[in-house]
Structures are given as structure tokens and as C-alpha cells.
DNA sequence: CCTGCTATGTTATCAATGCTTACATTTATC
DNA sequence: GATAAATGTAAGCATTGATAACATAGCAGG
């Protein structure tokens, strides 16, 4: 390939992959408040003002990781719906959940207020992509209009926040998976 | 009494107080990020090191504002519990909501994972207190144990998140409070 | 090879912020 | 009144986001 600039090292390599990779470990190890691009800069070894030739401003680079996480959660819930599940719905909104857990500053990034306040049309595109599909399946398998959707989604969106925020504390013993298993479905723990 | 030192003005007034409105009006305006102490300084008229003889630090004054949040909210359950409603788990699911369309930066402010991380005794009692009556009145109202409650409280807290980062679009002329009470009671919008 | 041209990275610097220290002023108490 | 505590100020430090001027690496065309 002759334009092959977007894969191939120029100076540093492909320094705008390495800040994305350096940030997320850092947001998710220091979160928000402590991703500064003079640490990102450091951990990736260049000088603190080379990240301003990929990213315009730090919320250009909050932005940008935000995005990244809106794709990986499509992707996650591409990947379950197209396993098939018995309950789909219930197998996204355990997905919902766990993606949350797994990605904790990640997820809280996605959702922050203040990038969604400067309105950025790539992240406008990243949430909504990453909505459609799920308001579709959600939508169209409950069967049941909006308000029973909203509430779905409310109180699987909820439970990722309240379980994130440490506000639901874990009885001795009790294993997370299956807490948020048994909530999604709608059943008692112990079945 | 001889220590009325709280409430009665020194040099300039209670400054204290007079710091905490003021951050609560920036914090609303602009934002957690956008508090800064030199800016509550200047609202006030005081110096910008003024601010530091009340509060140890810029989390020290989050943390004083998210408890007197949580103290509003704590006020407002036990209003709507004390009204003696027909259904008194939606009315205060309700509640719940509304509290947080109502003072938006500061239901953020009170569940921020930044405050809870260094443990701060002050607001940790705040939480536990607001939460203690709810707790009880969901959980002896519903009757129908943990998984039940917990998932009663994800739906109210998930709703309330959604509509704070504008997930939730409004559709023509939806009413936002027929919309939540509608969620919360889980029956159709139209009756 | 040499000359533009673009993309990328560095150095130096500025302004704003959180925070601290040393000092001044007002109030309370004896 | 004297003294000590409480409250506010002035000055400055370290860090950070951001910008400007400069330097370097690749590419294209003569």
C-alpha cells in the first residue's frame, strides 16, 4: 500500500494507538480526574505537547477513548445477540451489566455529562449506534411499547450504576454474577 | 447561648454558609469540573485563600455540598412518607426521580465515585442515613425480598441517570412527570 | 541532489488552578 | 486594656492544559 500512514510507524510509531492504549490503562487504574496528558505523554515516552497533534484537547481525547468504549459495547452486544440466548433479552441486559463491571471508568466515561455537554458528533454517532441496536432488540422482543422498555433499560442501566458506585453492598458469599443474573431475570436468588 | 459561632456573622458573615450557596449555584451552572475555589472565592468577595479556613480542600467542600444534598434528600422521603400516600413505594420512587431532575449536579455530586473513594466519615453517614429509610420502606413495603428490592431501586435510580445524561429522549409533548410516574408505577403512559 | 510540502514531535512558555505559608485584622475572654 | 483565638489577606509554589516557534522525517517532482 502507498497511504499506509494510518497503520505503519512514522517518527514515534503509531503514536496515536499508543496514547489510546496508555490512557485507557490509566483511566481505568487512576480514573478520570487522573488521566493527565502530561502522565499520558510520559508513560508513552514522547514529550508532553505530542499528544496535541492527535487529539485537539483533553476532552478530544476523553472523547475519543469514550468512543472506543461505545464500540466495544456494540460489540459485546452484537456478540450475544448473535449466540442466540433462550431469553435475549435478559442475556443483553446481563451483558449490559457485566460490560459495565468489566469496563468500570470506561463505562462511566461513556456516560459522562460533561463531554456530552459539548455536543461531539463522534460520540453523538458512537452512543446512538451503540443504542439502536438495543432499543431495537429491547423494543421489539418485550412487545410491551415504550414504558416497559424504558423501565428495562432503567433498571439494567441502574443496577450497572448503583453496582459501579459501590452502593449495593455484596451479602458474605454471594457471588456478583449471579445477583446481577438473578435481578435481570426478575427471579429470587436462590431458584 | 454562648457559642452561637455557627450561625452569627464574624468578618464578613457566616462565610461558610454564604460558600456553600454560592458553590451550590456554580456547581448547577457549571458543573462539577467547573467549581473552582478562586471562582467561589470571587462570587463571594472574598480572598481566594478565604475559602480554605472552612474547608481543608476543593474535595473537602464537594464533600460538605453532597452531604447537605443527601440531607435534602433524606427530607424529602421522609415528606412524601409522611403524606401517608396510597402507594407509598411509587410515591417515593417518584420522589426519588424528581429529586434528581431537580438538583442535577448535586444527585451526581452525591453518588460521585471520586468522593466516596477517599472515605470521608461525614458523607459516608449522610448516604447511609438518606438510604436507611428507604431501604426499609422498600423493603417492607414490597415484602418480596432482596432481589425484588434491589431491583425496585435500579429501576428508580436507572431512570433517574438516564434522564440526567439525556439518554432518555422525550418524545412531542410527553410530559416528563406523566413519563416517570408511569415508569415507576410500571403501567402504560395513557391509562 | 535539491526544493517545496506535509505530517509529526520537541522545546519553551503562558495562564489558570489547587494549595501552602507568613502575616494582618477583627472578635471574644480574662 | 491585654491576650489569645478566630478569621481573612497577600504572596508564592507546583502542576496542568494549552499554544507558538522551531526541528525532523518522509514524500513528490524537477
Redesign the interface.
Known sequence: MSTSRANAPYHHGNLRNALLDAALVILERE?E?GLGLRDLARAVGVSPAAPYRHFDSRAALLEALAVTGFQRFTRAMDEVAASGPADLASAMGKTYVLFALQNRALF?LM?S??L??DHRPGLRMASDAA?ATLRHVIGGDLKE???AA??A??????????L?????AL?AGEDIEA?VT??VE????AP
Open positions: 480514573g480526574a462511566r456516560f455529562p460533561q456530552r455537554r443504542f411499547g415504550r414504558v424504558l423501565a433499560w432503567a433498571r439494567v442501566h441502574g443496577l450497572a450504576v448503583l459501579l458506585d459501590g452502593q449495593i451479602q445477583l438473578a435481578i426478575n427471579r429470587p436468588v
